[in-house]
């Protein structure tokens, strides 16, 4: 054979082989196991506990899980630390099996009688996701709740409005151990229209007013809790968090705070690996049933209350016109545009005049119209910033001698 046919014979085979180049070791089938589920919580509720998870879109091979799968609600009504770093993961008892897809997903337990009773206790749920052949990856991290007795129902909340805020009261609870109620407020509409939903919640205590009346927007989302500074239920408090025009709902919980020393665990993280956690301590909230909603439409239409201490002195003199002199103790409302100056002519049928054209800012007022020789009898009034005015004060009587 010639070289120029050898050299032939390769170029034509060389295509071949370099299209069957070895691709490397072939890669395992797919086992289809979907990740060990994550972002497990525990709410104790009543004789309830609201569980919230995520469910992951992949499988432990990284691959899309294809339609839902199976998950396993768990529940150890007493944890216990693992007897040794080689000991596998401890099921705990199966109390749900549910069909859940890829994101958030929840389910609720209802205790047993021997767990919403006594002493608050720790118990611990996990989550162990299925495929369709009944093959696992693993329970979940586990996340734990409070056993015991739960706080008394909040029962039917009661609301009206009050000058500058709302008054919602409930039927006391004189039940041991102590539980503070906490209200959740939610803004439907304001003066200007019904709002949109989305902004986050802020938790308050009821706050006071800002001097000069109430500034900003009402927060859509709030939490409330009431006053309890001598550990008794006051069976209501005052929200002045709120402005005129507000439309608001309510629902109210007893909620008590617990300590309790969670055990040492066992998971299984996504890669499969066996991880201990250490013993901690944590605060757990153990919540009542809550109310049903209440709903107010709030318009201030209070007056403010009626100003008190008026005395009348005749002033002027040393250069100055005459006149008489009126001061009174100023009123405690945070919103007051101010106060309004009346006088009448002292007589058995006194009819009064209003002095002054726009409501005077301080608790005090000076009249240069008053007439030598005169007696006068002065009442004052109290403004907010809506114009609600109160009742006068009494009268007191002051002449402006010649």
């Not at 919602?168 to 609870?173: A, G, I, K, L, Y």
């Not at 968090?241 to 919980?253: E, F, L, R």
């Not at 301590?281 to 100003?307: C, K, M, N, W």
Request: neutral net charge; glycine residues 8%; charged residues 15%.
């Amino acid at each position: 054979m010639s070289a120029c046919a050898a050299s032939a014979g390769i170029a034509a085979i060389l295509p071949l082989l370099l299209g069957c180049a070895n691709p490397g070791p072939p890669k395992p089938p797919s086992l289809h196991l979907p990740r060990v589920a994550t972002q497990l919580s525990a709410e104790r509720v009543g004789d309830h506990v609201l569980l919230s998870w995520t469910t992951p879109a992949e499988t432990t091979d990284g691959a899309l899980l294809h339609g839902p799968v199976s998950a396993l609600v768990c529940r150890d009504d007493a944890p216990k630390p693992p007897l040794a770093q080689a000991q596998p993961v401890e099921p705990c008892r199966p109390v749900h099996q549910i069909v859940v897809s890829a994101g958030r997903s929840s389910a609720t337990d209802t205790l047993p009688a021997a767990l919403t009773s006594g002493p608050a206790a720790l118990i611990g749920y996990r989550i162990e996701l299925f495929n369709e052949r009944g093959h696992s990856a693993g329970p979940s991290s586990p996340a734990y709740a409070a056993a015991g007795a739960a706080p008394a129902a909040a029962g039917r909340l009661q609301v009206a409005p009050q000058r500058n805020g709302v008054l919602v009261t409930w039927q006391p609870s004189q039940a041991t151990p102590f539980a503070p109620m906490q209200l959740e407020r939610s803004l439907l509409a304001t003066a200007a229209g019904p709002i949109t939903a989305g902004r986050k919640k802020s938790k308050l205590t009821p706050a006071p007013l800002q001097p000069g009346g109430k500034q900003g927007a009402t927060s859509p989302q709030a939490t409330l809790i009431a006053d309890t500074h001598d550990s008794s239920d006051p069976g209501g408090m005052l929200d002045s968090g709120i402005h005129d025009g507000d439309t608001v709902t309510y629902t109210a919980q007893r909620v008590r705070t617990v300590r309790l020393t969670i055990p040492p665990a066992l998971t299984t993280s996504r890669k499969g690996k066996r991880v201990e956690s250490k013993a901690s301590e944590a605060a757990f909230e153990l919540r009542g049933e809550p109310s049903p909603p209440a709903t107010i439409a709030f318009h201030d239409t209070f007056p403010p209350s009626v100003p008190t201490g008026l005395a009348a002195v005749e002033g002027g003199g040393f250069g100055e016109h005459a006149s008489i002199d009126l001061s009174w103790e100023p009123n405690p409302e945070l919103d007051l545009l101010g106060y309004n100056i009346y006088r009448a002519d002292a007589g058995e049928n006194p009819a009064f005049v209003r002095l002054n054209a726009d409501p005077a800012a301080g608790a005090a007022y000076r009249d240069r119209s008053a007439q030598a020789g005169h007696a006068y009898l002065y009442r004052v009034t109290a403004v907010d910033q809506r114009h609600n005015q109160s009742a006068p004060s009494q009268a007191v009587a002051a002449n402006l001698h010649p």
